[in-house]
Nanobody, 122 residues
Framework: VQLQASGGGLVQAGGSLRLSCAASGRTFSSYVMGWFRQAPGKERESVAVISKSGGVSFYASSVKGRFTISRDNAKNTAYLQMNSVKPEDTAVYYC????????????????WGQGTLVTVSS
């Protein structure tokens, strides 16, 4: 499956941004989807993961209550709604897909998309 992330940009602290991840290739609904991020000088970290049906999701403690992961299987697209963003949310955000929910939680997906840069100004 090929993944194309989009929606990054410059946003002021307290603002909102929505990232999209369009998938092509094999059946989108057969994959668990996740969003990850990597800030300068830091390791890549898991942000949010959503199950194949969308019924189960996980959030990193740093974004819980502010970010929402969702998916539209009819449109082969996953989303990350980012609200009340903070300067520490500045990072390159990556979407990823995998067959196992646990593998996504461990940041071991089967496929990675290219990153999209999110910059939050204070």
């Amino acid at each position: 499956v090929q993944l194309q992330a989009s929606g990054g940009g410059l946003v002021q602290a307290g603002g909102s941004l929505r990232l999209s991840c369009a998938a092509s290739g094999r059946t989108f609904s057969s994959y668990v989807m996740g969003w990850f991020r990597q800030a300068p000088g830091k390791e890549r970290e898991s942000v949010a993961v959503i199950s194949k049906s969308g019924g189960v999701s996980f959030y990193a403690s740093s974004v819980k209550g502010r970010f929402t992961i969702s998916r539209d299987n009819a449109k082969n697209t996953a989303y990350l709604q980012m609200n009340s963003v903070k300067p520490e949310d500045t990072a390159v955000y990556y979407c990823a897909a995998g067959s196992s929910y646990s593998d996504l939680l461990k940041a071991y997906p089967d496929y990675w998309g290219q990153g999209t840069l999110v910059t939050v100004s204070s």
